[in-house]
DNA sequence: TAAGTCGTTTGTGTAAGGCAATCCATTTAT
DNA sequence: ATAAATGGATTGCCTTACACAAACGACTTA
């Protein structure tokens, strides 16, 4: 008798398979690569180093050696902003140009010994600003978070290069 | 006697409490955002917004209103820049500026009734750029990383609010 | 009443980055 | 073999996002 105007939820909510997130992450993740960007930057300066360094090179150690259309492509960067960002890096010998073999109008562009040691120290110096930015997230969280981002990252970037190589 | 050159590895590993991770998550984190950023500006121009100023709604409606000084160290930007940014967003009637009650030099910035549709509507519009962007993490990655998100972002901005109020 | 504070406006400077044109070396197609 | 296409480099121009400084009005606090 009290029935009439309470609609019965009989297991309605089950027809839908997956209650698609609501959750954006673009904002979050924007903000956050800020703080960690400014608080990074100044670790950074006395290596001479920026952050768009740091991921052209931590680009380049991941994938061991990238032509730089493919930079170009997973750095979602202009040609030319490309050509600059290697100058640079190039002129303190942190990278190397070589002519790929199989194709000679192509640059193969690879980490030196020293690109290598300097990502390092700059990983190292940066520990102090990350633990900072990440302060509220334990180890382990730090870790999954490293994971997932690893994993987000990855997939984008593969697909176009899937295609093409 | 096959034992001369191994060294045991006897229970060593086990003195270092914990392992600190060595991985810097500032360089994947700057190049997703970047991703994400560049793919929500297209969705977001069509309902004349930029990613700036979705960060910010956010945060409005996040925590429900703010002082202008609050934004400008939650979003760590020039006090002058945020000045610019709201007007931006006043101009469009999604947020509102009204003096503070206790103390009538400060203004409470809060999101409108427009303002809340509006973000939901670029939220809405974003569905499709992060599931390109997120597309190699499934529903609970995504929720997590959503997570740890939110839990880095709010950890740094409260420390600072936290003294102050 | 004086001094400090919040927000606003204006103006200046810098750095990131897109876009277009031009050039060279090389490869591929005809 | 010659023509067309491609990878990269260089130059120049333009926009945007910011930071920073100075000056002002409204307000609060000492």
């Known amino acids: 008798m009290t029935s009439s105007l309470v609609i019965q939820p009989v297991m309605e909510p ?14 979050l993740l924007d903000q956050l ?13 006395p290596l001479g180093l920026r952050q768009r360094h ?3 090179l931590t680009v380049l150690r991941c994938s061991g050696g990238s032509t730089q259309q493919a930079l170009s492509s997973t750095l979602m ?18 990278i190397e140009r070589r002519r790929s073999p199989q194709d000679r109008r192509r640059h193969v562009v690879e980490l030196t010994a020293k690109g290598l040691e300097r990502l390092g120290q700059a990983e190292c110096a940066l520990a102090v ?15 999954t978070l490293y994971t997932l ?15 093409r190589e």
Chains 1, 2 share one sequence.
């Open 33 to 45: 690569a800020r703080r960690a960007r400014l608080r990074a930057e100044s670790e950074l300066a």
């Open 54 to 56: 740091l991921v052209a």
């Open 14 to 27: 089950v027809i839908q398979p997956v209650m698609e997130p609501v959750h954006r992450s673009g904002a």
């Open 77 to 94: 960067m202009d040609g030319t902003n490309i050509v600059g960002l290697l100058n640079e890096l190039e002129a303190e010998q942190l």
């Open 149 to 163: 981002l690893l994993q987000a990252v990855n997939g984008e970037g593969s697909r176009a290069e899937a295609l």
């Open 129 to 143: 600003a990350e633990n900072e930015v990440f302060g509220t997230l334990d180890d382990a969280q730090r870790e």
